[in-house]
């Protein structure tokens, strides 16, 4: 095999690689990897996590007053649009009734001006952003893929987990059910 058909096929495994990392846009069915009711499991419990948004704030998850949507993100990411306006439509639906939503670059090579311009594609959705800039809370969480997404309670329950982009009708419910409504 020559270098440039190495390189070549290299590259092909490479774009496929980072093309699985992204999650890919759903039905409209529930996933079997998707559940609206409260994780029962030890590990299954977010402790004090801070991060500083683009902003310049500091958020903890859990939020102690209310349930936080955490979706994992990335600039590249062209299926990170769709969950990014599928965050907003939560966002603008639940917000005022106590639902946070907050994005997290997950690609701890990106900087503010990337996600600024991701943002700019996605509508300019008015929730919170960040930049996982060291992995420290895609670790912690145990984050496997991009459009990853989570429902924390205020006590840090997380009432539901997705590892790609999910349900919108299955992530809905499970934030009525945590408002209570």
């Known amino acids: 095999m020559t270098p440039g058909i190495r390189v070549g096929i290299g590259s092909i495994t ?8 992204c999650g890919s846009p759903g039905s409209t069915l529930p996933r ?16 004090n996590l801070t991060i500083r948004t683009t902003d310049g704030r500091t958020l903890s998850v859990p939020d102690t007053q209310r349930p936080t949507v955490v979706y994992f993100m990335a600039a590249w990411c062209v299926s ?3 969950g990014a306006r599928q965050m907003a439509e939560l966002q603008r639906e639940y917000g005022a009734r106590g639902l946070r939503v907050l994005a997290i ?9 990337d996600l600024a311009r991701f943002r700019d594609l996605a509508g ?35 009432l539901f987990r997705s590892e790609s982009l999910p349900n919108p009708n299955t992530l809905r419910r499970a934030v009525q059910l945590a408002l209570g409504l």
């Open 32 to 47: 079997a990897s998707e559940s609206a009711r409260p994780a029962q499991a030890e590990s299954q419990l977010v402790r």
């Open 80 to 82: 990170c649009i769709q």
């Open 105 to 113: 670059d997950a690609d701890q090579g990106e900087t503010a001006e």
């Open 14 to 21: 490479l774009a496929a690689v980072i093309l699985a990392a």
């Open 124 to 158: 300019d959705p008015q929730y919170d952003w960040a930049l996982d800039t060291g992995g420290r809370i895609t670790q912690a969480l145990a984050i496997r893929s991009l459009d990853a997404t989570l429902l924390v309670s205020p006590k840090g329950e997380v």
